[in-house]
C-alpha cells in the first residue's frame, strides 16, 4: 500500500509540473504577443500587409514579379535608379555626319528640340538601334528627371556607370563599305580606322581598358576591322553569327532586337479562324552556313495545305506582302539565314502572327526578363526537317493555345517598339535596362583587377599604369 500511495503521489506531482510549465509557455507567448503589439513591429510577422496580398495575389494571376515591383516602388513614391551615361563627343562624321547632318557652329550635336535628322527607310531601319539610342541621350538633357526615363546623359565621366560611344556602325556599313573608284579602303574602314585612334586616345578607354564602354554593332557585318581591337567594350549586336567568342559573348554582350519593317497591327481583333493562313513564310530561300535549312524546309513544305512559303524581298512591293500575309496568318516561320537572326520574327511579333522559330544558335533580347515560351513555338533543327514533325506540331496546337499566345503577343510587342522619344518599357528603354543588368558585373571586374595597380610597375614609372584587360578578362 505504502508502495502504491508514494506512485501515486509521485505522478500527481508530474502532472502538476507539467500543467504548470505548460500555463508558464502560454502566458509567455501570450505576453509576447502582446509587447509585439504595442512596439507595432509583428505586422510582418502576425498580420499580411496590404500591400504583400496584392502582390500575392497578382503572382497568382500570373504577373511578372519584376512588372509588380516596379509597380509598387512607383506607388510608393520610391525613385528608381537611373543609368548614368557619358557619350563621347565624337565628331558629325561618326553619326548624324552620315545622314547629311551638317553641324551649325561648334556642337556636334544637332538640336533635337527644333530638327531630328531622319533615318533612311527600307532595310536600313532594321539596324538602325545606334541612332535611337543616341537621341535617347541628347533628350534625356532635356526631359529632365522624368520618373519614366531609364538612363541620363551626364557630362563627367567620373559620374557615369558606362561610356557610349556614338558611332552609327550599322549605316557606315549599310551606305559606305563598298569600294568606290580608285579606292584602296572604303569610306567605312576608314571610318573605323579613325575610330579605334580615337576612342584609344581617351582617358576614360585608359582608365578601364574599354570594359566599361558601349558599342552598337548591329549589322552583323559591322565594326568589321575595330571589333578585334575594341572586343573588351561591351557591343550591342543581333546575334553572335559572325563574332567568335572571345570578341563577342552572352557574359559581356548585350543582344538588341531589330526594328521590325513591316506595319504594325493596331486595334487587331482578329481571331484564329478569320486567319486563313496556317503557316507563313516569304523571304530568301537559299542562304549559306546554318541558312541551308530553309531550302530543306521549301521542299518539305511547299505542297502543304494553308501553308504560304514563298521566295520574298522588300522590292516590287514586298513589305506590303509581307504585312497583309503576316496578318492573315496564325504561325510565321523565322528560319535561321546566313545567321541565326533576323528582323522576321519581330515582324510576326508585331503581327501577332505566332513566331515558330526554328535557329539552334539564336539568342534573344532581354531574355533574363521575357518567356519566349509564352508566346513563340520553339524546333530544333533536327527536329523541323523530320517528315510531317513540323507540321503536327503546329496542327496540333489547339485554337484555345493559339489565342492565349496570341493575346501575349499583344502585350509583349512594346518591348520591340523603338520611339522618339522613349516611352515606359519600349525597346530603347528595355535595352537600357539590359546594360543597367551588366553594370556590377563590370564594376566587379574591373575593381578586382584594380587590386594590385600601386604595386604593378613601380620601378619603370611612378605614374598609376593604365588598366589593361587580360586574355581571360571574360
Request: net charge positive.
Amino acid at each position: 500500500m505504502a508502495d502504491r500511495s508514494s506512485f501515486s503521489m509521485g505522478m500527481y506531482c508530474w502532472n502538476s509540473l507539467f500543467y504548470l510549465l505548460c500555463l508558464t509557455t502560454i502566458l509567455f507567448l501570450l505576453s509576447s504577443f502582446f509587447v509585439l503589439r504595442l512596439s507595432g513591429r509583428p505586422n510582418f510577422v502576425f498580420q499580411s500587409s496590404t500591400n504583400t496580398n496584392t502582390i500575392s495575389d497578382n503572382l497568382n494571376a500570373g504577373r511578372g514579379s519584376a512588372e509588380l515591383c516596379e509597380k509598387v516602388i512607383a506607388e510608393r513614391g520610391v525613385s528608381k535608379r537611373v543609368l548614368k551615361v557619358f557619350m563621347y563627343d565624337l565628331p558629325p562624321e561618326f553619326h548624324f555626319g552620315l545622314l547629311d547632318w551638317k553641324p551649325e557652329g561648334s556642337s556636334v550635336w544637332p538640336d533635337i528640340r527644333t530638327h531630328v535628322p531622319t533615318y533612311p527607310g527600307g532595310l536600313n531601319l532594321q539596324h538602325s538601334i545606334e541612332y535611337w539610342l543616341t537621341l535617347d541621350l541628347l533628350f534625356s538633357e532635356y526631359s529632365g528627371s522624368s520618373n519614366s526615363r531609364i538612363a541620363m546623359r551626364v557630362r563627367n565621366s567620373s559620374d557615369a556607370d558606362v561610356i557610349f560611344v556614338p558611332f552609327f556602325s550599322s549605316l557606315s556599313y549599310n551606305r559606305f563599305s563598298r569600294l568606290r573608284k580608285q579606292e584602296r579602303s572604303s569610306f567605312d574602314k576608314l571610318t573605323q580606322d579613325k575610330l579605334v585612334q580615337y576612342i584609344e586616345a581617351q582617358d576614360e578607354w585608359k582608365r578601364s581598358g574599354g570594359v566599361d564602354h558601349i558599342i552598337i554593332a548591329h549589322h552583323p557585318n559591322s565594326l568589321l576591322y575595330a571589333r578585334n581591337q575594341l572586343w573588351p567594350a561591351m557591343f550591342i549586336l543581333s546575334d553572335f553569327g559572325r563574332y567568335p567568342p572571345n570578341i563577342a559573348n552572352v557574359q559581356k554582350d548585350i543582344i538588341a532586337p531589330y526594328r521590325h519593317v513591316i506595319k504594325s497591327f493596331p486595334n487587331d481583333t482578329s481571331t484564329y479562324d478569320s486567319r486563313p493562313i496556317l503557316l507563313f513564310f516569304q523571304g530568301a530561300i537559299y542562304r549559306k552556313d546554318g541558312g541551308v535549312i530553309r531550302q530543306e524546309l521549301f521542299y518539305l513544305l511547299k505542297d502543304e495545305k494553308d501553308v504560304h512559303f514563298t521566295f520574298g524581298s522588300i522590292q516590287r512591293g514586298g513589305v506590303n506582302n509581307a504585312t497583309q500575309g503576316m496578318h492573315s496568318s496564325k504561325f510565321c516561320l523565322n528560319i535561321a539565314g546566313d545567321t541565326p537572326s533576323s528582323n522576321r520574327l519581330f515582324d510576326a511579333i508585331a503581327s501577332h502572327c505566332v513566331p515558330v522559330i526554328i535557329s539552334d544558335e539564336i539568342e534573344l533580347p532581354y531574355e533574363d526578363i521575357i518567356d519566349y515560351s509564352e508566346f513563340c513555338i520553339f524546333v530544333r533543327n533536327s527536329d523541323a526537317t523530320r517528315e510531317k514533325f513540323l507540321m503536327n506540331l503546329i496542327r496540333g496546337i489547339s485554337k484555345e493555345e493559339w489565342t492565349r499566345m496570341w493575346r501575349k503577343l499583344q502585350e509583349v510587342e512594346k518591348y520591340f517598339e523603338f520611339r522618339y522619344p522613349s516611352s515606359d518599357y519600349d525597346a530603347v528603354q528595355m535595352i537600357w535596362k539590359s546594360i543597367a543588368h551588366k553594370v556590377p558585373a563590370v564594376k566587379l571586374k574591373l575593381n578586382r583587377h584594380r587590386r594590385y595597380f600601386r604595386t604593378t610597375n613601380v620601378s619603370a614609372s611612378r605614374e598609376p599604369p593604365a588598366f589593361a584587360v587580360p586574355h581571360s578578362f571574360w
